[in-house]
């Protein structure tokens, strides 16, 4: 009896297999941009059948890319008998310098830029630039600015060229 079960079942698994009938990128860091570039590099593709396995496997490859902050993915059937797949992605920003300070009195600008460690060309996501305030924040209590607050900002000036600021 068991021979005759099992067949059936890995039939039936193959009768009742999904496509994929869509795939999207929204983009959580309201850059705009390309999105379609974190489609390209994924191998959920439209018209492919459904496979959990390879959108965890696309998450990973995009997290270890360097390129992104936060990386997420869904999918939902649909009412053609489908799932579409949405990758949910906040991109880290690249920092081109120079930096930007506001309500600095006391440190040159190029001090706070080396308390930062920010370097020209490279990614940063919102922690990256949390930990960066921390450092300034650091060298403005070492001075006995005990009550120095310290926060980042990043503007998007035009395009992609993000402008990031702290104000002190």
Same mark, same amino acid.
């Given at each position: ?9 890995c !039939?039936?698994?193959? *009768? ?11 983009? +959580?860091?309201? %850059? ?7 489609a390209? $590099? ?14 965890? $496997?696309?998450?990973?490859? !995009? ?22 797949v949405? %990758? ?8 081109? *310098? ?7 009195d ?6 706070? *830029?080396?308390?930062?460690? !920010? ?9 990256? +630039? ?14 006995? %600015?005990?009550? *120095?607050?310290?926060?980042? $900002? ?11 600021? %702290?104000?002190i």
């Open positions: 009896m068991k021979r005759i079960i099992l067949p059936f079942l !039939l039936s698994s193959v *009768a009742f297999a999904i496509d994929v009938t869509d795939v999207k990128v929204k983009a +959580l860091d309201g %850059f705009g941009g390309d999105s379609g570039s974190v390209s $590099r994924c191998q959920t593709k439209a018209g492919a059948k459904y496979d959990e396995s390879i959108v965890t $496997r696309d998450v990973t490859q !995009l997290k270890s890319s360097g390129e992104f902050e936060e990386i997420a993915a869904d999918a939902v059937k649909n009412e053609l008998g489908g799932v579409d949405v %990758f949910y992605v906040k991109r880290k920003v690249r920092y081109n *310098a120079p930096l930007v300070i506001e309500g600095n006391f440190f040159s600008e190029s001090k706070i *830029a080396k308390e930062a460690g !920010l370097k020209d060309g490279s990614l940063y996501g919102e922690s990256d +630039l949390a930990e960066a305030a921390s450092r300034i924040r650091l060298a403005y209590r070492k001075k006995d %600015f005990a009550d *120095a607050k310290v926060v980042q $900002r990043v503007d998007i000036v035009s395009g992609k060229n993000p402008k990031i600021s %702290f104000m």
